[in-house]
């Protein structure tokens, strides 16, 4: 059933009103904990109607309840650590040019978070995911618009983190949800919603941006929209190991049928023998993938559409075809064109453009030239891969200066791996340059909470009006930098 406008309303009305709830570090710390303790008692029925909605398998659906769970009860220890809120006390310096004030900083929640879940993460990117966790462990609560491909799921974990709510004192209306296209919009027009984020297309994304920047005070978005990943493969790499690059990246492109974030989606191999070991090697294991399903109708129809587009244009091969496997399912397959025809503007940018699904394409490269030609034309990304031989990763050879090259493309460089698999770590960053992701800010990992914040500074105000952040004798035992000095 879809949302009407009163019904937004009244969601982001009851979150508003939670708020307060999550004043409390220790609270909010209690009830992440108990999110993640209650999906893991609901993991069998929540697995059952997620596989009935995505068809993705439970050996895969309970990996991501799993990785689910272990980001909540790492957002909890990172609300009761309290580093994120970048305490700084400076007392007053007279001998300062010009003289300093007292002054106390810290940062605060933004508010009520609407949250768009994702289609291809139902956990991990959806209710309970990455965004309604780093939100709720800043101290806003969330207003979930669910994701059409998997609504009882949505209604399911809901619940689900509502008892959680309860069993800490929480009100229910800390975690809203809402479904409709319609319903969406009415979210982020909403005025007492705050901040949002966005994991999707790059046409919806963009669309929910323009919203955020239209309204009469415009909010943050953080958006992830859309991303080619490139990976380069040097002379020296393929020739090297190019039969295992071949079937790495065979397992890369196909792994959930082509449709993580991360997909490599363009490769840069070289146009030598070297280059052709790695094309077999990579024929024979993406020949050799099953089927698969898409996560809905809509996206098999693209797929296809977008492979036989991109296959149509002179010069491009097609060693492993892409296409239908079945009445629902697709079959994996690549491209190769040669890698001068994507140095120029024109039809071949269509190549330089993300496709979801199990496909990827083969830019065979002469020259170093050509690389460069080609890295200069890539948009934003949220990976980007070098496969380097023994002697590059060592020092020798251009490997740094490649790594240079590629990391303006993205916000995760990696070298001699593969961008499919993110880690949920303090170090991560899950996030890139437009069109990637809208800001600079991650969707992944123990940062991904500020983007719930702003910074607020209180000058000459008495230590008796103070919050205990800012107090002198730092009550809760924060970490700081105090007069200068970092203290832990």
């Known amino acids: 059933m879809e949302a009407t406008a009163q019904e937004v309303d009244a969601a982001v009305r009851a979150a508003d009103e939670a708020r307060e709830a999550l004043t409390d570090r220790t609270v909010r710390a209690a009830f992440l904990r108990s999110a993640a303790d209650e999906l893991e008692a609901a993991r069998d029925r929540l697995v059952e ?7 993705l398998g439970p050996v895969r659906l309970t990996g991501e309840l799993a990785r689910t769970c272990y980001q909540l009860r790492a957002f909890a220890g990172i609300v009761e650590e309290g580093a994120f809120l970048d305490v700084v006390v400076d007392h007053p310096d007279d001998t300062a040019t010009p003289p300093v004030p007292d002054l106390r900083r810290y940062k605060i929640p933004l508010g009520v978070v609407a949250v768009y879940s994702a289609s291809n993460f139902p956990f991990a990117f959806s209710v309970a995911g ?28 809901a619940k689900v983190i509502r008892r959680a709510a309860a069993r800490q004192g929480v009100p229910d209306g800390v975690l809203g949800l809402v479904h409709g296209f319609d319903a969406g919009i009415e979210l982020i027009r909403h005025p007492m919603v705050a901040a949002a984020g966005f994991t999707g297309s790059v046409r919806g994304g963009r669309a929910l941006f323009d919203e955020a920047a239209a309204r009469p005070v415009p909010i943050p978005f953080h ?15 393929a020739a090297e190991r190019g039969e295992a690059i071949g079937a790495g990246l065979a397992g890369s492109m196909t792994l959930g049928v082509g449709q993580f974030c991360v997909k490599p989606g363009l490769v840069l191999a070289p146009a030598s023998a070297a280059g052709d070991a790695l094309l077999k090697s990579l024929t024979d294991a993406v020949s050799d993938t099953d089927p698969g399903v898409l996560l809905d109708h809509r996206m098999r129809d693209n797929f296809l559409a977008g492979v036989t587009e991109r296959a149509q244009l002179p010069d491009v091969a097609t060693p492993v075809t892409a296409g239908a496997g079945g ?30 699904g199990p496909v990827t394409v083969v ?19 949220l990976t980007a891969t070098v496969h ?5 990763a060592a020092g020798e050879g251009r490997g740094a200066e490649l790594l240079r090259e ?39 990992g123990g940062t991904a909470i500020e983007r719930w914040l702003r910074p607020v500074v209180y000058q000459g105000a008495p230590e008796a009006l103070l919050p205990p952040e800012l107090k002198d004798d730092n009550p809760l035992g924060l970490p700081r930098r105090f007069n200068g000095r970092l203290e832990r």
């Not at 030239?369 to 200069?376: F, G, I, Q, T, Y």
């Not at 380097?388 to 590059?392: D, I, K, M, P, V």
């Open 388 to 392: 380097l031989s023994s002697e590059e």
């Open 130 to 157: 990455g965004d309604t966790a780093s939100a709720l462990a800043a101290g806003c609560p969330v207003v979930v618009k669910a994701h059409p491909d998997h609504p009882a799921l949505s209604e399911l974990v």
């Open 327 to 356: 009445e629902h399912t697709v079959s994996a397959g690549f491209l190769t064109v040669p890698a001068e025809r994507l140095t120029r503007e024109g039809a071949y940018d269509l190549l330089l453009e993300e496709c979801f």
């Open 49 to 55: 109607a997620a596989d009935a909605e995505t068809a």
């Open 363 to 381: 830019a065979r490269y002469t020259d170093e030239a050509e690389v460069r030609a080609v890295l200069s034309r890539l948009p934003g990304n």
């Open 223 to 237: 958006g992830e929209l859309g991303s080619l990943n490139p990976v380069l493969v040097t002379e020296a790499a």
């Open 406 to 444: 590629l990391t303006p493309l993205a916000g995760r460089v990696l070298v001699n791996g593969w961008p499919t698999g993110v880690a949920v770590a303090p170090a991560q960053h899950h996030g890139g340059p437009y069109p990637a992701t809208t800001s600079t800010s991650t969707s992944v």
